[in-house]
Each structure stands twice: as C-alpha cells, then as structure tokens.
C-alpha cells in the first residue's frame, strides 16, 4: 500500500521561505516521478512541480517558477520542496504524489496517479 506523508507547512508572512517534504512508503520510490499540487482555499487542486525519477528533469507551474525549487533524495524517500519569496496567493493545502513523467512532452510530461498524502497547509499572510 502506498502511503505518502507531507510536512513542513505553517504560517508564514509575504516574502518569506518555508520548506516542504513527502516521504514516501511502501513504493518502488527511487523509480517513480514525483509531484507536487496545491489546492486554494475555495479552489481546484492545481499542480506546482514535478521531478522525474532521477532528479535530472523538473517542470513548474509559471505561478511559482524562479521562487519554488523541488528535488529528491532517493536514498530518504523524500521529495523537498523549497519555496522562497511566498506571496498571500501560495496559500493552500500541499499534497505530493507519485507519477508518470512523458519524456515525448516538454509541457507539462507529469500525470499524477491517485497516490495523495493527506495534505500539508501553508499560510502566507500579507
């Protein structure tokens, strides 16, 4: 059974960083892609970030490229996500999940399989 467990939320004021993680059980972890989504408050769930099963390839929604940076640890089973310079709308749950990565596509190559951990909050205030 695959189980997926997100920390590292909290309140936090605009401009300001915090780190995520997702570790990850009871999966063949090193060979899957990884990802990352969020869900506003009021709002659909939408995706962030996602890392291939080496750590060579990331992809990032356009809201959050340049401030968010994920990467893995194959060896831990975790999947960091650092945010920096945080703005009032990253306000969401996190959730992390595993994947498939489509190497024929450059936009968005990462499918999200149904494996959600039960969701981290992060509140940046303004």
């Known amino acids: 059974q695959v189980q997926l467990v997100e920390s590292g939320g909290g309140l936090v004021q605009t401009g300001g960083s915090l780190r995520l993680s997702c570790v990850g059980s009871g999966l063949t972890f090193s060979a899957l892609a990884m990802g990352w989504f969020r869900q506003p408050p009021g709002k659909e769930r939408e995706f962030v970030a996602a890392?291939?099963?080496?750590?060579?390839?990331?992809t990032y929604a356009d809201s959050v490229k340049g401030r968010f940076t994920i990467s893995r640890d194959n060896d831990k089973n975790t999947i960091p996500l650092q945010m920096n310079n945080l703005k009032p709308e990253d306000t969401a749950v996190y959730y992390c999940n595993s994947g498939t990565w489509d190497y024929d596509r450059t936009d968005s190559p990462f499918t999200p399989s149904d494996e959600w951990g039960q969701g981290t909050l992060v509140t940046v205030s303004s």
């Open positions: 890392i291939n099963w080496s750590g060579r390839l990331t």
